[in-house]
């Protein structure tokens, strides 16, 4: 990876790319009615464009570029503004069955208008879910008394950069330039182009994708020199060839969606493409083992690693486990066997296909075990000397900083990249044909869907909506790197339950 | 010992169950596209839907997946959606719609219920969603059980067990083993509390619990000859004195209410090879009846909580997972927790609830509300109030009920194979107790956020 | 007094030990991680130096924050004691972490109750940095001790013991007495003060911040002999680590336990334990295993049989092939003790001193899953003989080394190297090394059912004595015959004359080969070859035992090696010889250089620095044959040379470690000897050969390549192996052979597995073995690929299977694998045609072969939930 | 005995207990009460299906105009009306009864006059049909 890569575009420019779609969701619905006699006032009137002419007639508005009730008493309020009052506005009840409490219907579409501008949006929420806790509950201090208004631009001054070899070990040094890589979706879960397109987006912010378990795709070797490539408990297309050609190589031994449950890729998601790549059975579900049948305790986790280090002598090795109750014990056991980097899954992350028993119950979410184990690595004496990545339920730029502050160096990022790509979250990725977005999906007719200029550009654009947002959190709590914010707890403050059954405890 | 298999079946549901959200289609200001988006619907909702003429309604909800794909691409914008209040009328506030929904699901087709995308609802919740599993990787490897790839046993015995036995000097065993009983799941089928069924439904049930290798706990009262073939299936509970004369010999298993225990021997007397059961209320001062009870022989105890896993009390009920660890602990104090077999029912409506409750002491659950929803009950209790049922729950035959409650407890059963897995646990006996295999939110998030300051709440 | 009062009486006795015990619901515990451990119990005391070696070989398996060695069966006058008094008194050892607290402690828990026959303090090094230590060892005080006969009996009378026979209530009382010491002393009160090492008669324990090895050298006991010794490397993850208390061995009465592993299950085994009045203090895995065997021992005193089948529950279908009367019983004791059997992966390695039954043990366990490697091993030379247990092969290897090199009847060879099957109902996944003290002092080795594991009695050791060197007749013409015919011929000839030679015609003959290999190029390449078919094949050795010629064989063929020319010299050869020393003069071959020789021995296990880096290089530098040779546990050889490397071969000779060729992408790896865990994962193209056994994943992961084994597999052999792998194992799998298999169909390009389900007897003779394939769980879930299993008497039933299928053997399926089985043929000399032969007549193919395929599993195919 | 369909959009707020209440019709009549998620669900096609299937009379109670949570279904309900009543008067069914009626939230009262309206045209259907 080229040092100097930072200064050719950096970053690089956000371009505007709508959606896909021919009516995209909105927040609101306008309802024009047959008295309209197309007289264009109210064309005139809004600036966001909703409405527009096509020939002599006003078409049928765009809603998703409507701000809704908030216009409500301005001057460009179109719906008082119509004589002939043709047109209403009412809350767009589809909105119910977009999202969940994770991503709500609000926090998603505010994830599609940063994808498409690359800035945050006005009106619609862009920090936080509806979860009822965890990062919901959480809230930086300055944004407690009212915040000034942000200008969204860009601070050379304050550095996002982190380095991701910290062992002083005699390896190369790797520095990416926002403290977050994208997470492991294999081919197979998400289709070729999905791959490539986090691929060139990753590529051009100087940062890592990972390749997932399906193995190593030819068509991303142009992009090598930003790929993880990942040994997972299958062993699936992992031959020293890939291993060799990766810069970080990243063993998979739980997913934070499906703990202790290995790859679960559905039958009809094996299409010859897919069953070639991992030599398999084309139709065959692909049930990937447990644990890595080699490793049964952590010296063989130690062995396992010196594996992978003497094949690639210059790979830095990452260690994606999920968080279970002694997720301490792992992370030291991890650090003592030679990893350079520990990445810590969350209960709550994203996944392809995973038992809904396995999503809810097993294991704990990031936001409880990034502190535990900070303030383990510390007692320990080796926190700095780790690298801590945390992954699985990270939204938004301001979940970012609320777990680097609780004590991890970088995220990893996932669903997040999928719903810049308009993923709805409905939950359906796990059939073959689930996928109506072409994103989660093998299918060549559906995954034709998704170009990969148009997927590149709108993860990129999202990236540079989360790069302004971490430069404005940082300023406002007067820190000029990243690196400075890891394991403040002391900026951050958590809104206690109100316990409404207090008696019942 | 050989390995348990469960025998699924692709069961479909006698009556369309209702979807979560209403396919509106406008046809006013339809543009008449050549490709209608329609068409292209990856759930051929606008294909299979039909009339449905017992609701008097579209049948899209049911085939919609609500990926919004129509929504979004019609040119005209004629699609949205809407939620359907038949889907919100479903169960109550602890059986949400969510839940019977997917119960209904693994009654169909008998598999695990998988999805994509990560867990979509919220951080924690009450009860059993205070509590979360935990899960080996590194310092203990995971068992590779899903689907029984590597053998983990889900069996349990119910009865008495000594806690040790004596041997002569060559080896042969002296100590007398009081009788107990091996079954292949921890799960004994039962009836709720409300409502009445009848034999095609009891029918149902018994036929589930000779096929599953497991016990169905039938009032004594509905038994007759015709029941007689499942006998070494039935745990026949009696309720009043008097009906212990009518226990058949043949019998097994008898379960008892906790005012009756002065009558075990009478229902032992001459059936020194029976095993009884005493059921026993939640409540306060549970402990201390229980630790009587196994002082004097008592080898099962049934413990109960109302449908939504509450103590029947007033004041601060405790759930079942709280109100079971503290009698099992209790019997653990006083040394005799291994002699008696402890079986706790109420609130199990999920897989993971039937987990949860063992991992917190229980060595096996008892189900009933549950398993009438595999039969499509919609717990709208109008037969309380004399109406008649929306499923006609009465008229099912009793075969298609068997095969729907075995799929349930077949995916009940690799649920439980997965979350054992994930753990490492290759013996569900094991589980009973075994508190370093749980994570409480309650203390993870005191650890956790022990440092940040506290704002109070809204 | 009946048996089941004495229980209930010593149980109660136990409940005012600690009225107080919080019983927090979730105890915080000391979190294990992985570790190393070995074991060995010899007829003739050793000394403690000959555990050093193999603890410094398992250094890779811990982290130097634990380490612990304890001894059984000790000798009188090291100690300064009378044998009568070793051997009925308590040897109470106790490590005062604060040397200040000795007086108080003894005024209060030893001078009161004891009769003290002797206390005396072990003497160390001077100054613990010496050895390389960070952190102060404890001192240790030794006591032997005598429960007062007053004292005896107010205990006797206090807990209604009257029936008890007084020295079991003396036990009792030293059992208490420790708790309350450790209880006062370690854990109550916060800062850890001193704590009982162990209170055994005839035995004893030291462990310390540091490994194993440090112990022996920082307590000098080199030269302290014993009986039995067992060591611990330890990997805890838990936080920092300043006192020994949580390291292993933990003392049980009069036995030491330690264990490699984790229990998934801590809690609830805690919890049955409670129900017992047991309560653990030092909350490790290692103290709870120890406690329990300790309650079934001597409270509950079960057989060791019931002992192992409560602690290992025998399950699936090998529960069902055991005799209908031991499934009676194991049943009731699965019932009573499920609870306190022990999840997870893990394996204990027992010393103890059966005093009642006056004989010295040494036991193994493994858990019932085959989740942790372990290794037997058995050397009986008539005079001495040696019974050894550890993680490692090579750790087995190292010690018989040492012993070897202080007293010459031992043999660095073991006659017999096994594993165990977990929860089996073939060895129980047990191997107990028993001696009998007295005067006939002689070694038996049993499995759980009492089934004694022998070694061939006709034949005995050698007292090594190297004759000067004869130009005997038969020397004479093997040399002649070495320029006009092959080594393969020569040894055929050869094989017919050994049994008729003695130890010192043999070594005769081989030194005098290896003499001439060393004079130029070819005749080197001859000898090597021939001593290498030596080495590799099985033959009929008379009266000598086959461990002692492998040795002479290995001795020579490292005496040719080690004389090949240094790389850094300018003399012209064929072969060019490397070491840890001139490592740095490697530079690409010159022509007319071919070989290049690695000498392993001082190489690291594993690193930038070690020997398979070495070996990469050397490619990189365009050397393409390699001789890798006096391996010691290194690990990875032939891992790193990446894509397409046809055309290289590397040739292993030694003890090789852990994931040897695991990646190979053309080259091929020839082992001449047994090989360890995780051999050739992810095979993407090439050839594995190995003469010997080969440990656990065995071809994990594998893409294609060839395969051939001539011993048996360990656990889980071709799991989730995809695309085209071809093996051939002779021998068979300790269970999941070819789980997750996904290997297309065979007949199509596709890879499965011969399983011969064969071995030798001691006269070098084929042997079928008692089942081709004894496990439960056979191609369970695979979806592809196939399995040829020669299984003449259909010993293989349907309930092994769990997605495949029987089917006979077509016409096809023969021709696909014959070529295999001629390799197989020309690799190891086990003829096809003799492969066909059935209680001496030779079969048609299809009724000898048998084959596996995959079935279309409702579970694997189509989709999720069908709308 | 007439069969009488009533759709009532669920966001009115009413149980199926409160509109039984409010209209107590007398018992011999079968009445089948379906709650709609918004009255923009009701169609022509669902109407005629309904008649179909034997209903005699049905009736609507949709949000009042400005209050309809889609925002369309009361504004259109009426439109839908007619235009269903015509193409039942082309197949020459015009005696059916089919009424659409825009019922103010939480009023039981108001409930109570459509419940009347009702049962009035009940008796003129009953008059024309079975007269």
């Known amino acids: ?505 | 010992m050989g390995k348990y298999h469960i025998e699924t079946k692709q069961v479909p549901p006698r009556f369309l169950p209702p979807g979560p959200y209403c396919v509106i289609a406008k046809e006013e200001g339809c543009l008449g596209c050549k490709y209608c988006v329609k068409k292209a619907c990856p759930y051929g909702v606008y294909e299979k839907k039909g009339f449905d003429i017992k609701e008097l309604r579209e049948t899209s909800s049911y085939y919609c997946h609500h990926c919004l794909f129509c929504v979004e691409s019609c040119p005209a914008g004629l699609i949205s959606l809407m939620p359907n209040p038949e889907y919100q009328r479903l169960g109550d506030g602890y059986w949400t719609p969510e839940i019977i929904t997917s119960l209904w699901r693994q009654a169909e087709t008998g598999k695990i219920p998988v999805s994509g995308a990560g867990y979509g609802g919220p951080f924690v919740g009450e009860g059993f969603d205070e509590m979360w599993t935990d899960m080996s990787e590194i310092v203990r490897p995971t068992r590779d059980g899903i689907h029984g790839r590597e053998y983990i046993s889900t069996a349990v015995e119910l009865g008495r067990k000594p806690l040790a036995l004596e041997f002569d000097p060559d080896k042969k065993m002296v100590s007398q083993i009081p009788p107990f009983v091996e079954i292949s799941l921890p799960v004994l089928l039962s009836l709720p509390s409300w409502g009445r069924w009848d034999r095609n439904v009891l029918f149902s049930l018994a036929k589930a619990a000779a096929k599953l290798n497991t016990l169905f706990i039938m009032p004594l009262k509905e038994f007759d000859s015709t029941f007689l073939s499942f006998i070494d299936h039935l745990m026949l509970s009696v309720e009043t004195k008097e009906a212990i004369r009518s226990i058949p010999a043949q019998a097994q298993f008898i379960e008892i209410p906790l005012d009756l225990v002065s009558e075990i021997d009478v229902v032992r007397q001459g059936h020194s090879e029976r095993i009884i059961s005493v059921k026993v209320p939640f409540g306060p001062g549970v402990e201390k009846t229980c630790l009587d009870l196994v002082q004097n022989g008592v080898p099962i105890i049934h413990l109960f909580a109302d449908e939504h896993g509450r103590e029947m009390v007033e004041l601060r009920p405790r759930f079942i997972k709280d109100a079971i660890q503290d009698v099992h602990f209790s019997l653990v104090e006083q040394g005799v927790r291994d002699q008696v077999t402890l079986l706790a029912s109420g609130g199990i409506a999920m897989a993971e609830h039937m987990g949860k409750t063992i991992i917190c002491g229980a060595d096996a659950v008892v189900v009933g509300q549950a398993l009438m929803v595999a039969l499509e009950c919609r717990l709208c209790k109008e037969c309380e109030k004399g109406l008649p049922c929306p499923v006609e729950i009465n008229a099912i035959d009793s075969e298609w009920g068997a095969q729907r409650i075995i799929n349930l407890m077949g995916s009940w059963h690799s649920q439980l194979l997965e979350v054992m897995g994930a753990m490492g646990m290759r013996d569900v006996r094991r589980l009973r107790g075994e508190l370093g295999r749980a994570i409480f939110y309650r203390d993870v998030i005191k650890e956790s956020f022990a440092n940040i300051k506290k704002v109070s709440g809204e | 007094m009946k048996r089941s009062e004495l229980i209930k009486k010593l149980v109660y006795a136990r409940r005012k030990l600690v009225p107080s015990y919080p019983l927090a619901r979730k105890l915080a515990t000391e979190e294990e991680g992985g570790c190393g451990v070995v074991g060995f119990i010899c007829n003739i005391p050793i000394g403690g130096k000959h555990i050093f070696y193999p603890s410094i070989q398992m250094h890779n398996r811990g982290n130097g924050k634990g380490g612990g060695i304890a001894a059984v069966g000790l000798s009188a006058e090291t100690l300064g004691v009378s044998q009568e008094i070793l051997d009925n008194d308590y040897l109470y050892q106790i490590a005062l972490l604060d040397p200040g607290v000795q007086g108080q402690l003894e005024s209060e828990f030893i001078e009161p109750f004891f009769n003290i026959d002797k206390a005396q303090r072990v003497e160390t090094v001077g100054d613990y940095r010496d050895v390389g230590l960070e952190v102060r060892p404890p001192d240790v005080m030794q006591y032997f001790v005598r429960v007062k006969p007053g004292v005896l009996e107010e205990f006797i009378s206090e807990n209604h013991l009257e029936g008890i026979d007084p020295r079991r209530a003396e036990d009792e009382f030293v059992y208490q007495n420790s708790f309350k010491l450790n209880q006062k002393y370690y854990s109550s009160l916060g800062e850890k003060k001193a704590f009982v090492l162990s209170r055994g008669r005839n035995m004893c324990i030291f462990k310390i911040v540091g490994y194993a090895e440090q112990v022996v050298q920082y307590y000098q006991l080199e030269n302290f002999k014993a009986h039995v010794w067992i060591a611990h490397q330890r990997y805890p993850t838990k936080g920092k680590v300043w006192h020994p208390a949580g390291a292993h061995p933990f003392a049980g009465l009069d036995e030491a336990l330690v264990h490699n592993g984790d229990f998934a299950n801590y809690f609830s085994v805690a919890q049955y334990l409670r129900q017992h009045n047991v309560f653990p203090l030092f909350l490790t895995d290692t103290e709870v295993a120890i406690l329990l065997f300790d309650l079934l021992n001597r409270t509950y005193g079960y057989p060791l049989e019931y002992i192992i089948e409560a602690i290992a529950p025998t399950t699936e279908l090998d529960f069902d092939f055991l005799p209908p009367e031991k499934q009676h019983i194991y049943r009731a004791l699965h019932a009573s003790h499920i609870h306190g059997s022990p999840d997870g992966p893990w394996f204990f390695i027992i010393a103890r001193n059966e005093f009642y039954q006056k004989y010295y043990q040494l036991i193994g366990i493994t858990d019932t899953a085959m989740l942790r490697p372990q290794v037997f091993a058995l050397y009986d030379g008539g005079e001495v003989q040696v019974g050894l247990i550890a993680s490692e092969k090579q750790a087995i290897d190292a010690t018989l080394r040492s012993l070897s090199e202080e007293d010459k009847r031992f043999c660095p060879v073991a006659d017999k190297y096994w594993n165990a099957r977990g929860g089996s109902h073939t060895d129980g996944g047990t191997f107990i090394f028993t001696l009998k003290k007295g005067d006939a002092q002689r070694l038996v080795c049993t499995d759980k059912f009492g089934k004694e594991v022998r070694v061939p009695l006709n034949q005995r050791p050698w007292e090594v004595n190297i004759p000067e060197f004869q130009e005997t007749s038969l020397l004479k013409q093997l040399k002649k015959q070495i320029e006009h015919s092959l080594p393969l011929d020569v040894f055929r000839q050869f094989v017919s004359e050994i049994p008729g030679l003695g130890y010192e015609e043999f070594y005769n003959i081989c030194s005098g080969l290896a003499q001439m290999a060393t004079e130029d190029d070819v005749t080197k390449e001859w000898v090597i070859e021939f001593l290498t078919l030596l080495n590799d094949r099985y033959y009929d050795t008379g009266e000598k035992k086959r461990s002692w010629l492998l040795w002479i064989v290995s001795e020579n063929l490292k005496r040719i090696l080690g004389g090949v020319v240094p790389i850094g010299s300018e003399e012209i050869s064929r072969y060019k010889y490397i070491d840890w020393q001139n490592r740095k003069d490697l530079r690409p071959p010159r022509p007319g250089e071919e070989i290049l020789v690695i000498n392993a021995w001082d190489f690291p296990p594993e690193g930038d620095e070690c020997d398979a880096r070495l070996i990469c290089e050397a490619y990189f530098k365009g050397w393409r044959r390699f001789i890798a040779y006096n391996y010691r546990g290194q690990r990875f050889c032939g891992c790193g040379l990446g894509p397409k490397t046809n055309g290289v071969r590397i040739d292993v000779y030694g003890s090789s470690g852990d994931y040897l060729g695991s990646g190979l992408d053309g080259l091929e790896v020839y082992v001449h000897g047994n090989a360890q865990d995780q051999v050739g994962q992810i095979l993407n193209a090439g050839k594995i050969v190995i003469f010997g056994d080969v440990g656990q994943t065995f071809l994990y992961g594998a893409k294609g390549g060839e395969a051939y084994v001539l011993g048996n597999a360990a656990g889980r052999p071709l799991i989730n192996a995809v695309g085209c792998p071809r093996v051939v194992i002779n021998g068979t799998a300790l269970d999941y052979l070819a789980e997750s298999f996904m290997a297309g169909d065979p007949l199509k390009g596709g890879g499965f597995c011969i399983l011969n389900g064969i071995t030798f007897d001691e006269r070098g003779r084929l042997k079928e073995l008692p089942t081709p394939y004894p496990g439960s769980n056979l191609f369970s879930l695979a979806s592809g690929g196939a399995i040829y299993v020669r299984d003449p008497h259909r010993k293989l039933v349907e309930e092994q299977l769990n997605g495949g299928v029987f089917t006979n053997l077509t016409e096809a399926d023969w021709e696909l694998i014959l070529p295999y089985l001629e390799e197989n043929e020309r690799l190891f000399g086990i003829r096809v045609d003799e492969l066909l032969t059935v209680d001496g007549e030779k079969r048609r193919p299809e009724d000898v072969y048998r084959k596996v395929k995959a079935v279309r599993l409702k579970v694997l195919a189509g989709q999720g939930i069908p709308e | 005995m007439k069969k009488v369909t009533v759709y009532f959009c669920k966001n009115l707020g009413y149980s199926q207990r409160d509109i039984l209440d409010a209209f107590n019709l007398p018992s011999e009549v079968s009445i089948n009460l379906v709650g709609m998620s918004c009255s923009c669900e009701i169609t022509a096609g669902l109407l005629l299906k309904t008649y179909e299937v034997g209903m005699d009379l049905i009736f609507v109670l949709a949000c009042p105009e400005e209050e309809c949570v889609s925002g369309e279904g009361s504004k259109r309900i009426k439109r839908r009306i007619e235009y269903t009543k015509e193409i039942l008067n082309e197949l020459g069914l015009e005696k059916v009864r089919l009424e659409a009626f825009h019922v103010p939230k939480n009023s039981l009262g108001a409930l109570k006059e459509i419940g009347d309206k009702i049962k009035q045209s009940m008796e003129e259907v009953e008059s024309i049909f079975y007269g």
């Open chain 1, 1 to 505: 990876m080229k040092e100097c890569n930072k200064t050719e575009k950096w970053p690089p420019e956000v371009k505007q790319t709508p959606s896909r779609f021919r009516r995209p969701l909105s927040k609101y619905k306008i309802i024009r009615n047959e008295n309209c006699d197309n007289c264009g006032i109210c064309v005139d009137v809004c600036p966001y464009g909703v409405h527009k002419f096509v020939g002599k007639k006003v078409q049928s508005p765009n809603e998703h570029y409507c701000i809704g009730f908030a216009c409500q008493g301005t001057d460009h309020y179109c719906i008082d503004k119509c004589p002939q009052n043709a047109l209403s506005l009412v809350q767009n009840p589809t909105m119910e069955a977009l999202g969940d409490h994770r991503w709500p219907a609000d926090l998603i579409l505010g994830t599609w208008y940063q994808a498409e501008y690359g800035r945050p949006p006005a009106h619609l929420e862009y920090k936080i879910g509806d979860s009822g806790d965890g990062f919901d509950r959480l809230r930086f201090n300055f944004e407690l008394d009212n915040q000034t208004p942000t200008s969204w631009e860009i601070d050379p001054e304050i550095s996002t950069s982190i380095e991701l070899n910290r062992r002083g070990d005699n390896r190369p040094q790797v520095t990416i330039s926002v403290p977050w890589y994208g997470g492991g979706m294999s081919f197979g879960s998400i289709s070729l182009t999905v791959m490539l397109a986090r691929a060139k987006a990753c590529a051009a912010w100087n940062t890592f994708t990972c390749t997932g378990e399906g193995g190593y795709p030819d068509e991303l070797v142009p992009y090598k020199d930003y790929i993880i490539t990942q040994i997972a408990t299958g062993l699936f297309g992992v031959r020293e060839e890939t291993i060799k050609r990766a810069r970080i190589v990243e063993f998979k031994y739980a997913q934070g969606a499906k703990p202790g449950l290995g790859g679960h890729l559905l039958g009809d998601k094996v299409t010859p493409a897919v069953a070639r790549m991992r030599q398999s059975i084309p139709g065959m579900s692909l049930f990937s083992p447990f644990p890595f049948h080699s490793v049964y305790s952590v010296e063989d986790h130690k062995k396992h690693i010196d594996w992978v280090k003497e094949i690639n002598p210059k790979a830095l090795i990452a260690v994606k486990v999920s968080t279970p109750n002694d997720v301490d014990m792992v992370a030291i056991g991890s650090y003592y066997a030679g990893a350079h980097i520990i990445f810590l899954d969350g209960s709550y992350g994203g996944t392809g296909a995973a038992p809904d028993i396995a999503k809810k119950n097993i294991a704990m979410p990031i936001e409880l075990a990034v502190p535990k184990v900070h303030r383990f690595l510390v007692e320990e004496g080796v926190r700095d000397k780790v690298v801590l990545m945390a992954g699985g339920g990270i939204r938004t730029a301001y979940d970012i900083a609320k777990i680097i502050a609780l004590g991890a160096d970088g995220v990893v990022t996932g669903t997040s990249e999928l719903v810049a790509l308009e993923c709805t979250r409905c939950h359906n990725c796990e059939s073959g044909k689930g996928c109506p977005r072409g994103i989660a999906t093998t299918d060549p007719r559906l995954s034709a869907m998704v170009k990969l200029d148009w997927a590149a550009q709108r993860i990129s654009n999202l990236f540079y909506s989360w790069y302004l947002q971490l430069i404005d959190i940082l300023k406002r709590l007067g820190m000029k790197s990243v690196k400075e914010l890891v394991g403040r707890t002391d900026c951050l403050v958590y809104i206690e339950r109100y316990e409404k059954e207090n008696e019942k405890k």
